[in-house]
Structure formats: C-alpha cells, structure tokens
C-alpha cells in the first residue's frame, strides 16, 4: 500500500517533487551565519529564488528522515556545503537552483525542508532561532518566540522525535 503525503514541496520549475509524510517536528525560521552565507551562495545561482524571509531568516519545516522522500527529479538534486568537510548538504534542485532541502552527511534525524518549497496549508511558524546573527536593523515582529540560539523547546521536540523513531511510532 502506498502512502501519501502529507505535504508536498516542489522546485520552481515543478521538476523536483518532496513527499513529507505526517505532522513535522517543528516550523522554524533560522538567522545563524552558516544558513545566511548559504542563502547568499545559492541566492548568487542562475535564476534562484530567495532563500530567505524579507527579514534575512531562512524557514524551514523539520521532518524526521522516515518521514521525508524525493518522489519526482532526485537525479536533478546537488548538495552544496560551505566547506568541503562539513557534514551539512544544502541540497538544490539544479533544474532551476531552488533550494530544496538541508540534510546531513550523519548525525541527525532530521531534515530541515525550506518552507517556500512547499504549497498549501503550512504548518504555522514556531520559533525564530539564532536571532543574534540576524542582520543589523531588522526588528522581528512578536507573532511567535524569538531566541538568541538554540530554545530547549525545539531541543526537546528534536529528542522525542528520535526517540518516537526508535520506538517504531
């Protein structure tokens, strides 16, 4: 039996499709250093779009990796890293350089999907992390909590989802 996503993220140009199946971890809007500098190499692509917000962060809706999949164009997907030993892959559908997905050569659980990838009722955003990072003169609105770094909220939500994966839930 094949199952269907809960919601789907496509390219710019409809080529690359992402399946994400059930309710996400957490909808966040990202200023660190590293997620800016990517934005800027992407953004700097042939024909990209934004990357980030008006307000210099970069949203994300984090799926747990069972729960994420390539269904249409994964051969037209490229990760990019800041550096070349960095475990984190900034992946772009090369089609028409959108910024698809950011997943990791090991370690977390997760993928952190870009929320303007996706169509449709979005969850609602949660958190703005790594505020402290976000560029001079911009003044983030008070519709949800703003944190310095990382809030032990979605430190917390991040641990049960990986618990949740090693229980079979």
Not at 42 to 51: G, H, K, M, Q, Y
Not at 52 to 66: E, H, Q, S, V
Not at 70 to 87: H, I, M, N, Q
Request: glycine letters at 6%; aromatic letters at 8%; charged letters at 25%.
């Amino acid at each position: 039996m094949t199952r269907s996503p809960t919601m789907i993220a496509s390219c710019a140009c409809g080529r690359v499709k992402l399946g994400a199946f059930g309710r996400p971890i957490v909808s966040a809007a990202c200023y660190c250093d590293d997620c800016r500098t990517a934005a800027d190499q992407i953004e700097a692509l042939p024909n990209a779009s934004a990357v980030r917000d008006p307000d210099g962060g970069t949203a994300y809706i984090l799926y747990r990796k069972d729960r994420f999949e390539c269904s249409e164009g994964a051969e037209l997907l490229r990760p990019y890293k800041l550096k070349e030993t960095s475990p984190t892959n900034r992946v772009v559908a090369t089609c028409c350089n959108s910024a698809m997905f950011v997943n990791f050569d090991r370690g977390p659980h997760w993928v952190s999907a870009y929320r303007a990838r996706f169509r449709g009722e979005l969850p609602p955003l949660q958190h703005r992390i790594c505020t402290k990072f976000k560029p001079d003169g911009v003044v983030l609105p008070d519709d949800v909590p703003s944190h310095r770094s990382y809030p032990s909220g979605l430190i917390v939500k991040l641990l049960a989802s990986r618990i949740a994966i090693a229980l079979g839930r």
